[in-house]
């Protein structure tokens, strides 16, 4: 059931002039990749956008279209590629929200393209010793934070980011510009194969698809999309980086871009971000936890977490717990019916509210009515 679902899901993306919008519509209307096949004409042609010749796409595209799912499918098994659609789990949430997202992509490696916090590093190829000094420390900083660490798996910053990830114990994801078999370039085989082990590899591009250079500002909106925050470290004033930059800030993600030294030329679009309030500066973690408010976050799920084991079962006697049962429920009440709702005597409960109010968990309110702290 599962592969015929796949098998449609990828069919789709193979019908002539259906693209990524056109299929969320087709899906939509219709509940299901594979009852887009079966629709009748009838049907199709009341979806709006749909007229006839998209109908006869459909129609005449669709014996192609399963031939050409059915050897894709074939090829991800061989090769433990997942297809992930845009209704599946797995596939990035971040990166479906925006209305650009690719429909399908292929993903190689173990990673969670939905970890809590994702962020992208991205940079020149012509990477400095600053540059690299500086990638490095910033995925040092992201450590204490279990970040997935995204870039592109190019030269320069890409893969310094991805071999610091890497060295940190940090998962990483490459997202490339080619087909899900063919690592670009191959001199970095050897961290990509690491990857798949602790992250992934990740394209929008079908088996065979070769790193062709329109694919790569196509490449870096999934980079983009997918992140909390990408912060820059070196580019030059007019390259692919300032692209991924463009887009982040499109799409209302947050921007960090790394100061610069003015003299150099990998700096120029760095510091052309900052002036331009394109992005914020990134001069140490503080910058991004306090720009992403993880502080605030961890300050609160710390706060649960003690309210939690506060509350747990173990550290209360048998009468205890039958009112904290009840506190529980209702927050708040009144002795006398605390005492029948927890089935505790009067004459016992007050000294087990007592010793709640010692522990911490419960605080007793005028008219002898208690509540859980």
């Known amino acids: ?220 909106r999934i980079i983009a999309g997918m992140s909390d925050c990408t912060i820059v470290v070196e580019a030059a004033l007019k390259s692919g980086t300032l692209i991924t930059a463009d887009i982040a800030h499109s799409y209302d993600k947050e921007v960090m871009a790394v100061p610069g030294n003015i003299t150099s030329p990998v700096s120029e679009g760095t510091n052309y971000l900052i002036r331009s309030l394109k992005a914020a500066a990134y001069t140490s973690g503080k910058d991004l936890v306090e720009l992403l408010n993880w502080d605030l976050e961890d300050e609160a799920a710390a706060k649960a977490k003690a309210k939690t084991s506060a509350y747990d079962p173990a550290n209360f006697d048998p009468d205890e717990q039958k009112v904290m049962q009840v506190l529980l429920k209702s927050r708040e009440e009144h002795m006398d019916n605390l005492s029948w709702k927890a089935q505790v005597p009067v004459s016992l409960l007050a000294s087990v509210l007592l010793g709640l109010e010692f522990k911490g968990v419960v605080k007793a309110l005028p008219g002898k009515r208690f509540v859980l702290v």
Do not use: W
């Open 1 to 220: 059931m599962v592969e015929e679902q796949n098998l449609y899901e990828v069919a789709l993306t193979k019908l002539p002039g259906v693209g990524p919008q056109l299929t969320r519509l087709l899906v939509s209307y219709c509940g299901a990749p594979k009852a887009v096949f079966d629709a009748p004409p009838g049907k199709l042609l009341k979806i709006p956008g749909v007229g006839n010749g998209l109908v006869r796409n459909i129609r005449d595209g669709a014996r192609g279209a399963l031939l050409q799912a059915e050897e894709i499918l074939k090829q991800a098994a061989a090769q433990e590629v997942q297809i992930l659609f845009y209704t599946s789990p797995k596939y990035p949430d971040r990166l479906k929200q925006q209305v650009d997202a690719p429909t399908l992509l292929y993903f190689r490696g173990n990673g969670n393209l939905n970890q809590k916090r994702i962020i992208s590093i991205v940079g020149t190829r012509q990477v400095t010793n600053y540059g690299q000094t500086v990638t490095e420390r910033i995925v040092e900083d992201l450590k204490p934070y279990h970040v997935v660490v995204v870039s592109g798996l190019a030269y320069g910053v890409d893969i310094v980011a991805h071999r610091a990830a890497l060295q940190a114990g940090l998962p990483t994801i490459g997202v490339m510009a080619s087909g899900p078999e063919t690592i670009y370039p191959a001199v970095h085989r050897k961290y990509a194969e690491r990857m798949l082990t602790q992250g992934g590899l990740l394209t929008e591009n079908s088996f065979g698809t070769k790193p062709d250079a329109p694919r790569f500002p196509a490449r870096n």
